[in-house]
């Protein structure tokens, strides 16, 4: 978000502005920390792309306030309000369910038919899951399928956009779109080992699946490790459908096994190419193809004088609960995850299809019926990865204030990150005495940088922070070095 008036300095005209209006904003410049001030100033940040709330769990007025009324890009803090609002509509102990159903009879553990799968949004159901999941059909009989793979992901009404469409990072994991029956957030993980006797740069890939083609094009150079990917270049031959891999560049000799994390194919597509190669795996075999189609639609053309009911589920997983998910969201930011639960709330409070106008709806009413008056709250997709969302510190800090009232407040904030040990904020306040004394959730996005949350301060006492500030550079150097010397100073109190 770009500032009206970049170079002003921090404060300057706030000081005439409060003492026109009010004297509040004279006592929140008054109990501006000089540690805070000094690194505003320093960076030359215009004091209006500022919000700022600090407040004592329990108390009547803020210790530091600064536009907590005025609305912001909270980035991925956003998250918390999503969290927070579906342990209050749906419950810790939520669950999602996957079924399968059977087009066909089983004959000597041949289905003759296809197999359909009904997705309802579980935002968790990984690549060991799957694994469960077939065996869970095994174990009830199946051990081949004649027909197609009859994916149903109905249940989640959604735009197909284009994963590129937000910054250009199309197989980054982050932008993975919503689907209903979404595996192991449509992302695989390329392994590089340099094979220094043949001279070549073996890859191999988890999961693998069955209808993804991987190009190796890499060469194996001298010299040392380093440079942007390690010199691995990763390309999508055609970004839409994403079923051919290219893989080039120069991988040094000084390089050991590396990494990257990368979306592949599409949500439908992914799922049946996981699908089959786990089946296959394991000694199965899948005669058909994938096919689209809504379970209702199959109801329809079954004969159920030759094939099995297909309204009644040959198999019903569920998801780990909710209490468990929102662990994901909160501490590894998981975009999909987020989205997943926001179109959730959607299709349980107007029924399903879910889609995003019945999930901010669903939002709004939620905070209504509990006496929370947001008008200047802009929800999009409940995941912070918008350039539309806005919320002030202020009504985010009164959801970190309302949550700890609530019976399940330690599910919500054992969600949140521990600086210094895992999370978002695992790297930051390390070997520190501040280490594991907050819980946080971080949200960046270009030129925005947010951090809400508890500190539990030397003094036994505790505190809702929230911090967001949304200016150019906000997401490097500059807006760390604010929020550290935030909740630095938050810590002492």
């Known amino acids: 978000m770009k500032t009206s008036d970049p170079g002003r300095m921090l404060f300057c005209g706030f000081f005439v502005a409060c003492v026109l ?8 410049q008054a109990s501006m920390p000089p540690v805070l001030q000094q690194v505003f100033n320093g960076h030359k940040v215009p004091e209006s792309s500022i919000g700022i709330l600090v407040r004592e769990v329990g108390a009547d007025e803020p210790l530091l306030s600064m536009n907590a009324d005025k609305p912001f890009n909270p980035a991925s803090t956003i998250k918390l309000l999503t969290t927070w609002l579906a342990l209050e509509e749906l419950g810790p102990a939520y669950t999602w369910p996957t079924e399968a159903y059977l087009n066909g009879k089983i004959e000597r553990g041949v289905l003759r038919g296809d197999l359909i799968i009904k997705g309802y949004g579980d935002p968790y159901f990984i690549s060991e899951r799957m694994w469960r999941f077939q065996r869970q059909l095994r174990m009830r009989g199946l051990r081949s399928i004649d027909g197609d793979l009859v994916i149903d992901n109905s249940y989640f009404s959604v735009e197909q956009d284009d994963p590129a469409a937000f910054d250009g990072e199309g197989l980054r994991v982050y932008n993975v779109l919503p689907n209903a029956f979404l595996v192991n957030f449509q992302a695989v993980q390329f392994y590089f080992m340099p094979d220094m006797a043949r001279n070549v740069v073996n890859v191999a890939v988890d999961p693998m699946p069955a209808n993804l083609s991987v190009e ?15 010199g691995i270049a990763l390309v999508a031959e055609d970004p839409l459908n994403r079923d051919h891999v290219t893989l ?16 592949v194919l599409t949500g439908p597509t992914y799922a049946y190419g996981v699908f089959r190669s786990l089946w296959e795996e394991t000694g199965g075999t899948l005669g058909g193809e994938l096919r689209l189609a809504t379970l209702e639609e199959m109801q329809t053309k079954t004969d159920l004088s030759t094939a099995s009911d297909t309204r009644k589920p040959f198999l019903r997983a569920t998801s ?9 969201i909160n501490k590894y930011s998981n975009n999909v995850m987020a989205r997943h639960l926001f179109l959730t709330m959607g299709a349980e409070a107007f029924e399903p299809p879910a889609t995003l106008a019945k999930a901010r709806k669903a939002a709004a009413q939620a905070l209504q019926r509990r006496g929370m008056d947001f008008p200047k709250l802009r929800l999009d997709n409940g995941s912070g990865l ?5 919320i002030a510190a202020g009504d985010m ?10 019976p399940w407040d330690a599910e919500f904030v054992s ?25 946080m959730k971080t949200g960046r996005l270009q030129d925005v940088f947010a951090t809400a949350g508890y500190v539990h301060a030397r003094s036994g006492r505790e505190y809702v922070v929230v911090i967001l500030q949304n200016y150019a550079g906000a997401d490097r150097g500059p807006g760390e070095e604010a929020q550290a010397a935030l909740l630095r100073w938050v810590y002492e109190q």
């Open 248 to 263: 080039s560049g120069s991988y040094r000799k000084g390089c050991r096994e590396y990494a990257l994390t990368r979306s």
């Open 216 to 230: 190796n094009r890499l060469n194996l150079g001298n010299g040392y490790c380093g440079g942007y990917q390690n």
């Open 320 to 328: 780990p609960p909710l209490a468990d998910v929102i662990g994901y």
């Open 397 to 406: 800090a009164a959801v970190l204030l309302r949550a700890r009232q609530r």
């Open 415 to 439: 969600s949140l990150s521990l600086p210094g040990l895992d999370g978002t904020m695992r790297k930051r306040f390390r070997k520190e005495e501040m280490t594991g004394q907050m819980h």
């Open 386 to 390: 918008s350039r539309n969302t806005r």
């Open 21 to 28: 209006m009010t004297g509040v904003c004279a006592a929140e």
